[in-house]
């Protein structure tokens, strides 16, 4: 099985903008809902966003709806995640995550497999 391997992570200041990238490598995506979570050292990892397998549906985490995102090209197999606005509180290691289904309401365990994940670092 291929590899899920996240990208565009760095240091920005507070209500800068960053896109991360999220390549599927040897496998395709396509047919999957796709994710993305975070998480801050100490704490577990938390839900951001996800995208059902067309791209036209979307669901956000509380805490980052109206900033935040998530879109997805089938054709080049990569899903990414528009941050805008950004905050101190959004440091933290983003991952990639394929679904095991798509829902408009987040819920533990939906997750299958994660990237290695791409550090954020929000300045104020």
């Known amino acids: 099985q291929g590899q899920l391997v996240e990208s565009g992570g760095g240091l920005v200041q507070a209500g800068d903008s960053l896109r991360l990238s999220c390549t599927a490598s040897g496998r395709a995506i396509d047919t999957h809902p796709m994710g993305w979570y975070r998480q801050i050292p100490g704490k577990d990892r938390e839900f951001v966003a996800m995208?059902?397998?067309?791209?036209?549906?979307?669901t956000y985490a509380d805490s980052v709806k109206g900033r935040f995102t998530i879109s997805r090209d089938n054709a080049e197999n990569m899903v990414y995640l528009q941050m805008n606005s950004l905050k101190p509180d959004d440091t933290a290691v983003y991952y990639c995550a394929q679904m095991k289904y798509f829902s408009s309401q987040y819920s533990e365990g939906m997750a299958d497999s994660w990237g290695q994940g791409t550090q954020v670092t929000v300045s104020s």
């Open positions: 995208i059902n397998y067309s791209g036209r549906f979307t």
